[in-house]
Protein backbone atom coordinates (compact mmCIF):
# COMPACT_ATOMS: atom_id res chain seq x y z
CA UNK A 1 0.00 0.00 0.00
CA UNK A 2 1.83 3.32 -0.85
CA UNK A 3 1.37 6.46 0.71
CA UNK A 4 -1.10 8.22 -1.76
CA UNK A 5 -3.48 5.16 -0.98
CA UNK A 6 -2.86 5.22 3.04
CA UNK A 7 -3.68 9.23 2.79
CA UNK A 8 -6.76 8.78 1.06
CA UNK A 9 -7.83 5.70 3.23
CA UNK A 10 -7.37 7.68 6.45
CA UNK A 11 -8.73 10.90 4.89
CA UNK A 12 -12.00 8.87 3.99
CA UNK A 13 -11.78 7.69 7.46
CA UNK A 14 -11.64 11.07 9.43
CA UNK A 15 -14.90 11.89 7.21
CA UNK A 16 -16.87 9.19 8.41
CA UNK A 17 -16.09 9.45 12.08
CA UNK A 18 -17.05 12.93 12.41
CA UNK A 19 -20.54 12.16 10.49
CA UNK A 20 -21.03 9.24 12.24
CA UNK A 21 -20.25 11.34 15.20
CA UNK A 22 -22.55 14.19 14.42
CA UNK A 23 -25.41 11.88 13.31
CA UNK A 24 -25.04 10.20 16.95
CA UNK A 25 -25.59 13.89 18.52
CA UNK A 26 -28.59 14.72 16.37
CA UNK A 27 -30.07 11.53 16.74
CA UNK A 28 -29.61 11.47 20.54
CA UNK A 29 -31.71 14.81 20.17
CA UNK A 30 -34.01 13.74 17.97
CA UNK A 31 -34.96 10.85 20.56
CA UNK A 32 -34.78 13.27 23.49
CA UNK A 33 -37.80 15.25 21.60
CA UNK A 34 -39.51 11.96 20.42
CA UNK A 35 -39.72 10.98 24.02
CA UNK A 36 -41.47 13.56 25.19
CA UNK A 37 -44.63 13.87 24.61
CA UNK A 38 -45.39 17.75 25.05
CA UNK A 39 -49.11 17.18 23.83
CA UNK A 40 -50.71 15.56 26.70
CA UNK A 41 -48.03 16.03 29.51
CA UNK A 42 -47.48 20.07 28.92
CA UNK A 43 -50.84 20.81 28.24
CA UNK A 44 -53.03 23.18 30.39
CA UNK A 45 -55.16 20.96 31.82
CA UNK A 46 -53.33 17.61 32.36
CA UNK A 47 -54.73 15.12 35.08
CA UNK A 48 -51.70 16.43 37.59
CA UNK A 49 -52.83 20.63 36.96
CA UNK A 50 -57.06 18.78 37.33
CA UNK A 51 -55.69 16.92 40.95
CA UNK A 52 -53.83 19.64 42.03
CA UNK A 53 -56.80 21.87 41.72
CA UNK A 54 -59.20 19.39 43.37
CA UNK A 55 -56.64 19.05 46.37
CA UNK A 56 -57.15 23.30 46.35
CA UNK A 57 -60.94 23.44 46.17
CA UNK A 58 -62.35 20.33 47.59
CA UNK A 59 -63.94 21.12 51.38
CA UNK A 60 -65.69 19.09 53.90
CA UNK A 61 -68.45 20.52 55.24
CA UNK A 62 -71.45 19.40 57.17
CA UNK A 63 -73.28 17.24 54.37
CA UNK A 64 -69.89 15.90 53.11
CA UNK A 65 -67.22 16.98 50.35
CA UNK A 66 -67.89 19.71 47.98
CA UNK A 67 -65.77 21.36 45.07
CA UNK A 68 -65.88 24.55 45.50
CA UNK A 69 -64.47 26.00 42.56
CA UNK A 70 -63.23 24.52 39.52
CA UNK A 71 -64.36 21.85 37.15
CA UNK A 72 -63.48 18.49 35.99
CA UNK A 73 -63.95 18.05 31.99
CA UNK A 74 -66.80 16.26 31.05
CA UNK A 75 -65.26 12.53 30.03
CA UNK A 76 -63.14 12.90 33.73
CA UNK A 77 -64.05 11.80 36.48
CA UNK A 78 -62.61 11.82 40.13
CA UNK A 79 -63.50 9.94 43.43
CA UNK A 80 -62.28 10.63 47.15
CA UNK A 81 -61.52 7.75 49.41
CA UNK A 82 -61.14 7.47 52.90
CA UNK A 83 -58.42 5.16 55.05
CA UNK A 84 -61.22 2.17 54.85
CA UNK A 85 -61.53 2.08 51.41
CA UNK A 86 -65.11 3.95 51.07
CA UNK A 87 -66.13 6.77 48.67
CA UNK A 88 -66.37 9.94 50.47
CA UNK A 89 -66.99 12.38 47.09
CA UNK A 90 -67.49 11.53 43.64
CA UNK A 91 -67.89 13.32 40.46
CA UNK A 92 -69.01 12.30 37.38
CA UNK A 93 -68.47 8.49 38.62
CA UNK A 94 -68.36 6.01 36.14
CA UNK A 95 -71.43 2.83 36.78
CA UNK A 96 -68.89 0.47 36.26
CA UNK A 97 -66.08 0.94 38.96
CA UNK A 98 -66.52 -0.35 42.70
CA UNK A 99 -67.80 1.25 45.30
CA UNK A 100 -65.37 -0.30 48.09
CA UNK A 101 -61.45 -0.79 47.66
CA UNK A 102 -59.74 -3.03 49.98
CA UNK A 103 -55.81 -2.30 50.07
CA UNK A 104 -54.82 -4.32 47.10
CA UNK A 105 -57.06 -2.44 44.89
CA UNK A 106 -55.50 0.79 45.86
CA UNK A 107 -52.10 -0.73 45.35
CA UNK A 108 -53.30 -1.92 41.62
CA UNK A 109 -54.76 1.43 40.75
CA UNK A 110 -52.50 3.99 41.91
CA UNK A 111 -50.31 2.69 39.17
CA UNK A 112 -52.26 1.69 36.53
CA UNK A 113 -55.89 0.87 35.78
CA UNK A 114 -59.14 1.02 37.01
CA UNK A 115 -61.32 -1.32 35.44
CA UNK A 116 -59.65 -0.36 32.37
CA UNK A 117 -59.94 3.10 32.90
CA UNK A 118 -56.67 5.10 33.37
CA UNK A 119 -56.06 6.71 36.60
CA UNK A 120 -54.12 8.75 39.08
CA UNK A 121 -53.97 9.64 42.47
CA UNK A 122 -53.23 12.21 44.95
CA UNK A 123 -53.33 11.73 48.61
CA UNK A 124 -53.96 14.47 51.06
CA UNK A 125 -55.01 14.60 54.51
CA UNK A 126 -58.72 13.92 54.30
CA UNK A 127 -57.90 10.79 51.81
CA UNK A 128 -56.91 9.58 48.57
CA UNK A 129 -58.23 11.30 45.92
CA UNK A 130 -58.41 9.51 42.40
CA UNK A 131 -58.91 10.98 39.03
CA UNK A 132 -60.09 9.01 35.88
CA UNK A 133 -59.78 9.66 32.65
CA UNK A 134 -61.46 7.71 29.37
CA UNK A 135 -60.71 4.65 28.32
CA UNK A 136 -58.01 3.96 25.74
CA UNK A 137 -57.09 8.20 26.13
CA UNK A 138 -53.61 7.40 27.61
CA UNK A 139 -50.92 4.45 27.47
CA UNK A 140 -49.26 3.72 31.28
CA UNK A 141 -46.28 2.11 31.15
CA UNK A 142 -43.14 3.23 32.27
CA UNK A 143 -43.20 6.50 30.69
CA UNK A 144 -47.06 8.20 30.37
CA UNK A 145 -48.03 8.62 26.80
CA UNK A 146 -51.25 9.79 25.10
CA UNK A 147 -52.44 7.52 22.13
CA UNK A 148 -52.06 10.11 19.38
CA UNK A 149 -48.49 10.06 20.58
CA UNK A 150 -48.15 6.55 19.64
CA UNK A 151 -50.10 7.00 16.77
CA UNK A 152 -47.97 9.84 15.34
CA UNK A 153 -44.95 7.65 16.45
CA UNK A 154 -43.86 5.73 12.62
CA UNK A 155 -44.17 9.55 10.77
CA UNK A 156 -42.02 10.47 13.44
CA UNK A 157 -39.38 7.36 12.47
CA UNK A 158 -40.03 8.07 8.76
CA UNK A 159 -39.11 11.50 9.58
CA UNK A 160 -36.01 10.91 11.83
CA UNK A 161 -34.65 8.59 8.70
CA UNK A 162 -34.93 11.02 6.03
CA UNK A 163 -33.31 14.16 8.29
CA UNK A 164 -30.74 11.27 8.97
CA UNK A 165 -30.16 10.72 5.26
CA UNK A 166 -30.49 14.76 4.37
CA UNK A 167 -27.57 15.37 7.12
CA UNK A 168 -25.29 12.48 5.93
CA UNK A 169 -25.29 13.30 2.40
CA UNK A 170 -25.11 17.12 3.18
CA UNK A 171 -22.31 16.25 5.33
CA UNK A 172 -20.67 13.95 2.41
CA UNK A 173 -21.21 16.95 0.06
CA UNK A 174 -18.94 19.33 2.35
CA UNK A 175 -16.39 16.85 2.60
CA UNK A 176 -16.23 15.15 -0.51
CA UNK A 177 -15.94 18.81 -2.49
CA UNK A 178 -12.63 18.72 -1.66
CA UNK A 179 -11.75 15.42 -2.82
CA UNK A 180 -13.77 16.01 -6.01
CA UNK A 181 -11.73 19.54 -6.82
CA UNK A 182 -8.71 17.25 -6.66
CA UNK A 183 -10.42 14.38 -8.78
CA UNK A 184 -11.45 16.91 -11.24
CA UNK A 185 -8.24 18.35 -11.33
CA UNK A 186 -6.33 14.86 -12.04
CA UNK A 187 -9.34 14.35 -14.62
CA UNK A 188 -8.40 17.08 -16.65
CA UNK A 189 -4.64 16.68 -16.27
CA UNK A 190 -4.80 13.27 -17.93
CA UNK A 191 -6.95 14.25 -20.54
CA UNK A 192 -4.60 16.90 -21.28
CA UNK A 193 -1.37 14.54 -21.10
CA UNK A 194 -3.73 12.03 -23.32
CA UNK A 195 -3.69 15.19 -26.04
CA UNK A 196 0.15 15.91 -25.39
CA UNK A 197 -0.50 18.87 -23.61
CA UNK A 198 1.84 19.90 -21.06
CA UNK A 199 0.53 19.20 -17.39
CA UNK A 200 1.89 21.27 -14.24
CA UNK A 201 0.12 20.83 -10.97
CA UNK A 202 0.86 22.12 -7.50
CA UNK A 203 2.09 19.57 -5.61
CA UNK A 204 -0.10 18.98 -2.35
CA UNK A 205 -2.88 17.25 -1.22
CA UNK A 206 -3.45 13.87 -0.47
CA UNK A 207 -2.96 13.33 -4.33
CA UNK A 208 0.32 14.80 -3.71
CA UNK A 209 2.59 11.30 -5.09
CA UNK A 210 -0.16 11.54 -8.32
CA UNK A 211 -0.04 14.91 -8.54
CA UNK A 212 4.46 14.30 -8.84
CA UNK A 213 4.07 11.68 -11.20
CA UNK A 214 1.60 13.30 -13.39
CA UNK A 215 4.12 16.34 -13.85
CA UNK A 216 6.87 13.78 -14.39
CA UNK A 217 4.93 11.92 -16.98
CA UNK A 218 4.11 15.41 -18.72
CA UNK A 219 7.84 16.30 -18.71
CA UNK A 220 9.13 12.94 -20.11
CA UNK A 221 6.26 12.94 -22.61
CA UNK A 222 7.48 16.15 -23.83
CA UNK A 223 10.82 15.39 -23.79
CA UNK A 224 10.53 12.24 -26.13
CA UNK A 225 7.69 14.42 -28.14
CA UNK A 226 10.46 16.58 -28.98
CA UNK A 227 13.39 13.75 -29.97
CA UNK A 228 10.94 12.31 -31.70
CA UNK A 229 10.13 15.51 -34.03
CA UNK A 230 13.52 15.74 -34.19
CA UNK A 231 14.48 12.69 -35.69
CA UNK A 232 11.48 12.82 -37.99
CA UNK A 233 12.60 16.04 -39.09
CA UNK A 234 16.09 14.73 -39.74
CA UNK A 235 14.58 11.46 -42.02
CA UNK A 236 12.72 13.97 -43.94
CA UNK A 237 15.66 16.03 -44.56
CA UNK A 238 18.02 13.33 -44.92
CA UNK A 239 15.42 11.66 -47.63
CA UNK A 240 14.99 15.05 -48.79
CA UNK A 241 18.89 15.26 -49.59
CA UNK A 242 19.37 12.11 -50.78
CA UNK A 243 16.69 12.65 -53.22
CA UNK A 244 18.23 15.63 -54.17
CA UNK A 245 21.80 13.61 -54.28
CA UNK A 246 20.41 11.10 -56.37
CA UNK A 247 18.32 12.65 -59.23
CA UNK A 248 20.85 14.60 -60.74
CA UNK A 249 23.19 11.32 -61.42
CA UNK A 250 20.07 9.33 -62.17
CA UNK A 251 19.13 11.67 -64.72
CA UNK A 252 22.59 11.48 -66.41
CA UNK A 253 22.27 7.66 -66.10
CA UNK A 254 18.53 7.64 -68.06
CA UNK A 255 19.93 10.11 -70.49
CA UNK A 256 22.72 7.94 -71.34
CA UNK A 257 20.73 4.45 -71.33
CA UNK A 258 18.18 5.82 -73.55
CA UNK A 259 21.20 7.37 -76.37
CA UNK A 260 22.34 4.04 -75.96
CA UNK A 261 19.28 2.17 -76.37
CA UNK A 262 19.24 3.18 -79.88
CA UNK A 263 22.41 4.08 -80.89
CA UNK A 264 22.66 1.72 -84.17
CA UNK A 265 26.41 0.97 -84.32
CA UNK A 266 26.09 -0.99 -80.63
CA UNK A 267 24.97 -4.44 -80.88
CA UNK A 268 21.75 -5.79 -80.03
CA UNK A 269 22.71 -7.31 -76.54
CA UNK A 270 24.47 -3.81 -75.57
CA UNK A 271 20.90 -2.55 -76.43
CA UNK A 272 18.94 -4.51 -74.28
CA UNK A 273 21.40 -4.36 -71.73
CA UNK A 274 20.89 -0.15 -71.73
CA UNK A 275 16.99 -0.27 -72.11
CA UNK A 276 17.03 -2.51 -69.23
CA UNK A 277 19.39 0.35 -66.85
CA UNK A 278 16.66 2.69 -68.64
CA UNK A 279 13.65 0.89 -67.12
CA UNK A 280 15.63 0.22 -63.67
CA UNK A 281 16.39 4.44 -63.30
CA UNK A 282 12.85 4.56 -64.23
CA UNK A 283 11.72 2.71 -60.73
CA UNK A 284 14.31 4.11 -58.69
CA UNK A 285 13.11 7.64 -59.95
CA UNK A 286 9.46 6.18 -58.91
CA UNK A 287 10.54 5.32 -55.71
CA UNK A 288 12.42 8.34 -54.82
CA UNK A 289 9.31 10.42 -56.29
CA UNK A 290 6.89 7.81 -53.58
CA UNK A 291 9.24 8.30 -50.24
CA UNK A 292 8.94 12.08 -50.68
CA UNK A 293 5.37 12.07 -51.25
CA UNK A 294 5.10 9.93 -48.46
CA UNK A 295 7.09 11.93 -45.91
CA UNK A 296 5.55 15.28 -47.09
CA UNK A 297 2.09 13.69 -46.68
CA UNK A 298 2.91 12.66 -43.03
CA UNK A 299 3.73 15.98 -42.19
CA UNK A 300 1.14 18.09 -43.93
CA UNK A 301 -1.66 15.77 -44.04
CA UNK A 302 -3.80 17.97 -46.23
CA UNK A 303 -3.21 18.07 -50.76
CA UNK A 304 -1.21 21.48 -51.01
CA UNK A 305 -3.32 21.82 -54.31
CA UNK A 306 -6.52 21.62 -53.03
CA UNK A 307 -9.61 22.44 -55.87
CA UNK A 308 -12.80 20.68 -57.11
CA UNK A 309 -12.41 17.14 -58.39
CA UNK A 310 -14.75 15.19 -60.68
CA UNK A 311 -14.28 11.72 -59.98
CA UNK A 312 -15.65 10.19 -63.12
CA UNK A 313 -13.95 11.69 -65.55
CA UNK A 314 -10.64 10.90 -63.32
CA UNK A 315 -11.24 7.18 -62.83
CA UNK A 316 -12.14 7.03 -67.09
CA UNK A 317 -8.70 8.53 -67.66
CA UNK A 318 -6.79 6.32 -65.26
CA UNK A 319 -8.55 3.23 -66.98
CA UNK A 320 -8.09 4.35 -70.38
CA UNK A 321 -4.44 5.15 -69.76
CA UNK A 322 -3.44 1.58 -67.93
CA UNK A 323 -6.20 -0.50 -70.97
CA UNK A 324 -4.05 0.61 -73.59
CA UNK A 325 -1.19 -0.93 -72.08
CA UNK A 326 -2.20 -4.35 -70.99
CA UNK A 327 -2.31 -7.43 -72.86
CA UNK A 328 -5.93 -8.59 -73.67
CA UNK A 329 -5.48 -11.50 -70.92
CA UNK A 330 -6.69 -8.68 -68.63
CA UNK A 331 -10.31 -6.83 -68.80
CA UNK A 332 -11.68 -4.03 -67.09
CA UNK A 333 -15.64 -3.28 -66.38
CA UNK A 334 -16.85 0.65 -65.34
CA UNK A 335 -20.05 1.04 -63.61
CA UNK A 336 -20.17 4.39 -62.63
CA UNK A 337 -23.09 5.82 -61.16
CA UNK A 338 -22.57 9.10 -60.19
CA UNK A 339 -21.37 11.65 -62.74
CA UNK A 340 -21.71 14.33 -61.23
CA UNK A 341 -19.42 13.88 -57.77
CA UNK A 342 -16.95 15.80 -56.83
CA UNK A 343 -14.30 16.17 -54.31
CA UNK A 344 -12.18 18.66 -52.99
CA UNK A 345 -8.59 17.83 -53.45
CA UNK A 346 -5.34 17.21 -55.86
CA UNK A 347 -6.48 15.68 -59.19
CA UNK A 348 -2.84 14.55 -59.56
CA UNK A 349 -2.43 12.30 -56.40
CA UNK A 350 -6.08 10.99 -56.31
CA UNK A 351 -5.29 9.73 -60.55
CA UNK A 352 -2.50 8.42 -58.64
CA UNK A 353 -4.59 6.29 -55.76
CA UNK A 354 -6.76 5.15 -58.62
CA UNK A 355 -3.40 4.17 -60.45
CA UNK A 356 -2.02 2.12 -57.92
CA UNK A 357 -4.94 0.07 -57.08
CA UNK A 358 -5.41 -0.74 -60.51
CA UNK A 359 -2.08 -1.53 -61.39
CA UNK A 360 -1.34 -3.59 -58.32
CA UNK A 361 -4.04 -5.64 -59.96
CA UNK A 362 -2.33 -6.23 -62.91
CA UNK A 363 1.20 -6.53 -61.69
CA UNK A 364 0.17 -9.52 -59.21
CA UNK A 365 -1.69 -11.29 -61.43
CA UNK A 366 0.67 -11.86 -64.26
CA UNK A 367 -1.47 -14.88 -65.68
CA UNK A 368 -4.17 -11.81 -66.15
CA UNK A 369 -7.68 -11.19 -64.34
CA UNK A 370 -11.19 -9.01 -64.07
CA UNK A 371 -10.87 -5.50 -63.04
CA UNK A 372 -14.03 -4.65 -62.22
CA UNK A 373 -14.93 -0.78 -60.84
CA UNK A 374 -18.04 0.94 -59.41
CA UNK A 375 -18.55 4.38 -58.50
CA UNK A 376 -21.70 5.49 -56.78
CA UNK A 377 -22.70 8.51 -53.60
CA UNK A 378 -23.39 7.30 -50.44
CA UNK A 379 -23.71 9.04 -47.00
CA UNK A 380 -22.31 12.18 -48.83
CA UNK A 381 -19.51 10.32 -49.97
CA UNK A 382 -18.48 8.98 -53.34
CA UNK A 383 -17.69 5.00 -52.64
CA UNK A 384 -15.05 3.57 -54.97
CA UNK A 385 -14.58 0.20 -55.16
CA UNK A 386 -11.87 -1.36 -57.08
CA UNK A 387 -11.99 -5.43 -57.22
CA UNK A 388 -10.48 -8.19 -59.21
CA UNK A 389 -10.66 -11.80 -59.49
CA UNK A 390 -7.17 -12.37 -58.80
CA UNK A 391 -5.36 -14.51 -55.95
CA UNK A 392 -5.98 -11.60 -53.74
CA UNK A 393 -3.95 -10.19 -51.26
CA UNK A 394 -1.87 -11.03 -48.05
CA UNK A 395 -3.70 -10.57 -44.56
CA UNK A 396 -0.48 -9.40 -43.50
CA UNK A 397 -0.18 -6.41 -45.82
CA UNK A 398 -3.91 -6.12 -44.88
CA UNK A 399 -3.00 -5.95 -41.21
CA UNK A 400 -0.02 -3.68 -41.56
CA UNK A 401 -1.02 -1.33 -44.79
CA UNK A 402 -0.23 1.85 -42.61
CA UNK A 403 3.59 0.59 -42.77
CA UNK A 404 6.40 0.64 -45.05
CA UNK A 405 6.10 -3.06 -46.19
CA UNK A 406 9.00 -5.10 -47.84
CA UNK A 407 8.44 -6.76 -50.91
CA UNK A 408 4.07 -7.01 -52.56
CA UNK A 409 1.90 -3.80 -52.52
CA UNK A 410 4.20 -2.58 -50.05
CA UNK A 411 5.60 1.15 -50.54
CA UNK A 412 2.40 1.52 -52.72
CA UNK A 413 -0.38 0.44 -50.64
CA UNK A 414 0.82 2.71 -47.51
CA UNK A 415 1.11 5.78 -50.22
CA UNK A 416 -1.83 5.08 -51.27
CA UNK A 417 -3.93 5.22 -48.00
CA UNK A 418 -1.84 8.12 -46.65
CA UNK A 419 -3.02 10.15 -50.05
CA UNK A 420 -6.61 8.62 -49.27
CA UNK A 421 -6.54 9.92 -45.68
CA UNK A 422 -4.83 13.15 -46.73
CA UNK A 423 -8.46 13.84 -48.33
CA UNK A 424 -10.48 12.86 -45.41
CA UNK A 425 -11.56 9.16 -46.64
CA UNK A 426 -10.81 5.78 -45.51
CA UNK A 427 -9.40 3.13 -47.86
CA UNK A 428 -10.48 -0.66 -47.02
CA UNK A 429 -8.91 -3.64 -48.38
CA UNK A 430 -10.64 -7.20 -47.84
CA UNK A 431 -10.27 -10.50 -50.32
CA UNK A 432 -13.27 -11.89 -51.42
CA UNK A 433 -12.82 -13.85 -54.29
CA UNK A 434 -9.71 -11.34 -55.20
CA UNK A 435 -8.74 -8.72 -53.55
CA UNK A 436 -11.31 -5.60 -52.91
CA UNK A 437 -10.45 -1.64 -52.68
CA UNK A 438 -13.30 0.29 -51.31
CA UNK A 439 -12.18 3.86 -51.30
CA UNK A 440 -14.56 6.34 -49.28
CA UNK A 441 -14.39 10.46 -49.62
CA UNK A 442 -16.59 13.12 -48.64
CA UNK A 443 -18.43 15.21 -51.97
CA UNK A 444 -18.75 19.03 -51.84
Known sequence: MNKTTIKIF??????????????????????????SDTDFLLQEHSPKSILEDIARNLKETDTGYTLSNGTIPDDYWCILLDDNGTILWSENQPDDIPTH??????????HWFLCDYPVFVRAEGYGL???????????????????????SLP?????????????????????????????????????????????????????????????????????????LSEREKARV???????????????IILGNAE??????????????????????????????????????LEYDMQPSKKHPVSICPLLREMVCDIYNNISESYSIDVDLRAENAIVSGDESLLGRVFFNIINNSIVHNPDGCTISISESVQDQKVWIEIRDNGCGIDEAVIQNSDELLQGRHGL?????RKI???????????????????????VI
Not at 101 to 110: E, F, M, V
Not at 269 to 294: G, T
Request: positive net charge; hydrophobic residues 45%; charged residues 20%.
Open 10 to 35: LSFSFVAAVIATLLLIINALGLGILA
Open 101 to 110: YSIRDIAKLT
Open 129 to 151: LILGIPKNAVGKYELIYSMKWFD
Open 155 to 227: ERLVIILFINLAIALFLSLIFGRRLYGNLKTIASAINDLRNEREVSLPEKGIFRDVRQNLNQTSKSMLYKNAL
Open 237 to 251: NWIAGISHDIRTPLA
Open 259 to 296: ELEHAPELTESSRKKAASARKQSIKIKKLIEDLNLISS
Open 412 to 416: GLSMT
Open 420 to 442: VKAHGGTLGIRNDEGCVVTIKIP
